[in-house]
């Protein structure tokens, strides 16, 4: 591990994560690779020793975070390229939303796709010039492996510098230009406008199953909250519809767990059955609000339930003792991306026993599965989510099972 450039260090085992308080930095103090935290000294060795700055963001909860980790991060011969030819600096989003929020603008700018892993280059004064998400160890589809990714940088940042820092310079030209403009002058919001935004709202949104585009589908609960308050304003039952064709999918889905309540972040494909497995503490509050909303304007008890099982889910599994939340539960348990919320046909009958056709049948297992072999549990019948009271029974058992 790299110790140039910082006289005088003091650290014992791992690397500098270890004093953090952030358990996603602090996940990465055994690596090989020579991490700083966010913060002065990182810059100062970088303009020091003339070397681009490689920045990693991600969270605890993030299942291809992990991935990356095990697969880049903690190699040894990837490590060393790492620290040969660059400052790595670690972030945790959760921690830093505002670096988060500016290096995101900057890779959607350069790729047209953003996430995490987020794997940026920037200036040893902090301007981007490249970046992306995830990188894999070999070349695949279409991605260069990350040690390529990593000599190719080098070789441009050390024979087209000029080239380099002036695509950095119109980059933060642009993204400060976004950040730093004014917000809009005080009045009232035009009907024009509003009707504008339900126009675009409109186009995006899938009549099938129900949300904005096609995959991966996100729940957007922002513009379900302004279609629910457009319905309230005009009465129309088309909007109404938009929103309820939304709430029924996805809380038939596999997105919502229907063992447990409350809402993973999002789904892989347009019919909200595969989740990224992470459950994020805002995403239940905002979904909660907007099934609250859908309720007080519907009555309909499935959204009450919904809403119920969310809480509930919040209280359980994310209050912390001393006060406070904790702000995701992971995707991945005993090192398996979902592994705790998917089901064997196996396994179900040898809880249920009687029970488990019944269960079967309400939940869409089948033998094949629909997830690696496995079943993500979820409502084959779209919005009938109220439990008669035998597969009330048999959820909470499978639930303490």
């Given at each position: 591990?790299?110790?140039?450039?910082?006289?005088?260090?003091?650290?014992?085992?791992?690397?500098?994560?270890?004093?953090?308080?952030?358990?996603?930095?602090?996940?990465?103090?055994?690596?090989?690779?020579?991490?700083?935290?966010?913060?002065?000294?990182?810059?100062?060795?970088?303009?020091?020793?003339?070397?681009?700055?490689?920045?990693?963001?991600?969270?605890?909860?993030?299942?291809?975070?992990?991935?990356?980790?095990?697969?880049?991060?903690?190699?040894?011969?990837?490590?060393?390229?790492?620290?040969?030819?660059?400052?790595?600096?670690?972030?945790?989003?959760?921690?830093?939303?505002?670096?988060?929020?500016?290096?995101?603008?900057?890779?959607?700018?350069?790729?047209?796709?953003?996430?995490?892993?987020?794997?940026?280059?920037?200036?040893?004064?902090?301007?981007?010039?490249?970046?992306?998400?995830?990188?894999?160890?070999?070349?695949?589809?279409?991605?260069?492996?990350?040690?390529?990714?990593?000599?190719?940088?080098?070789?441009?940042?050390?024979?087209?510098?000029?080239?380099?820092?002036?695509?950095?310079?119109?980059?933060?030209?642009?993204?400060?230009?976004?950040?730093?403009?004014?917000?809009?002058?005080?009045?009232?919001?035009?009907?024009?406008?509003?009707?504008?935004?339900?126009?675009?709202?409109?186009?995006?949104?899938?009549?099938?199953?129900?949300?904005?585009?096609?995959?991966?589908?996100?729940?957007?609960?922002?513009?379900?909250?302004?279609?629910?308050?457009?319905?309230?304003?005009?009465?129309?039952?088309?909007?109404?519809?938009?929103?309820?064709?939304?709430?029924?999918?996805?809380?038939?889905?596999?997105?919502?767990?229907?063992?447990?309540?409350?809402?993973?972040?999002?789904?892989?494909?347009?019919?909200?059955?595969?989740?990224?497995?992470?459950?994020?503490?805002?995403?239940?509050?905002?979904?909660?609000?907007?099934?609250?909303?859908?309720?007080?304007?519907?009555?309909?008890?499935?959204?009450?339930?919904?809403?119920?099982?969310?809480?509930?889910?919040?209280?359980?599994?994310?209050?912390?003792?001393?006060?406070?939340?904790?702000?995701?539960?992971?995707?991945d348990s005993e090192g398996e991306e979902g592994k705790f919320y998917v089901?064997?046909?196996?396994?179900?009958?040898?809880?249920?026993?009687?029970?488990?056709?019944?269960?079967?049948?309400?939940?869409?297992?089948?033998?094949?599965?629909?997830?690696?072999?496995?079943?993500?549990?979820?409502?084959?019948?779209?919005?009938?989510?109220?439990?008669?009271?035998?597969?009330?029974?048999?959820?909470?058992?499978?639930?303490?099972?």
């Amino acid at each position: 591990m790299s110790g140039q450039g910082d006289p005088g260090s003091t650290r014992g085992t791992g690397n500098r994560l270890a004093g953090e308080t952030s358990p996603y930095l602090r996940q990465h103090q055994d690596n090989p690779v020579d991490w700083y935290p966010w913060g002065e000294e990182a810059f100062s060795r970088a303009i020091l020793e003339d070397k681009p700055i490689l920045l990693s963001i991600g969270y605890s909860a993030c299942h291809w975070c992990h991935v990356m980790a095990h697969e880049s991060f903690e190699d040894p011969d990837t490590a060393k390229v790492m620290n040969d030819l660059f400052v790595c600096v670690k972030v945790d989003r959760e921690e830093r939303p505002d670096v988060d929020a500016v290096y995101m603008e900057a890779v959607l700018a350069m790729s047209g796709n953003g996430g995490w892993p987020m794997t940026v280059f920037i200036t040893p004064d902090g301007r981007p010039f490249f970046g992306g998400t995830y990188f894999p160890p070999e070349p695949r589809h279409g991605l260069p492996s990350f040690v390529q990714l990593l000599q190719a940088v080098d070789e441009a940042w050390r024979e087209r510098r000029g080239e380099i820092l002036g695509q950095a310079d119109q980059l933060s030209d642009a993204i400060l230009s976004r950040t730093q403009t004014g917000g809009p002058s005080p009045g009232e919001i035009s009907a024009d406008l509003l009707e504008r935004a339900y126009g675009m709202l409109r186009e995006q949104f899938d009549p099938e199953w129900g949300g904005f585009g096609r995959a991966p589908k996100f729940p957007q609960t922002s513009m379900l909250e302004l279609l629910l308050r457009a319905h309230a304003h005009n009465g129309s039952a088309d909007t109404l519809q938009m929103v309820t064709t939304s709430l029924d999918a996805m809380a038939s889905g596999g997105i919502y767990d229907h063992l447990g309540g409350g809402f993973a972040r999002y789904s892989v494909d347009r019919v909200w059955l595969v989740p990224h497995f992470e459950k994020m503490l805002y995403d239940q509050a905002a979904l909660a609000r907007v099934y609250l909303h859908a309720w007080q304007v519907t009555g309909e008890e499935r959204y009450l339930q919904v809403l119920t099982e969310t809480i509930d889910y919040v209280l359980r599994e994310l209050r912390q003792p001393d006060g406070g939340f904790s702000s995701a539960e992971d995707a991945d348990s005993e090192g398996e991306e979902g592994k705790f919320y998917v089901w064997r046909p196996e396994e179900i009958d040898a809880v249920l026993g009687d029970a488990a056709p019944a269960a079967w049948e309400w939940y869409g297992v089948t033998k094949a599965g629909n997830f690696e072999g496995s079943n993500i549990l979820h409502r084959p019948v779209r919005g009938d989510l109220l439990r008669p009271q035998h597969i009330e029974d048999a959820r909470q058992r499978l639930f303490d099972a």
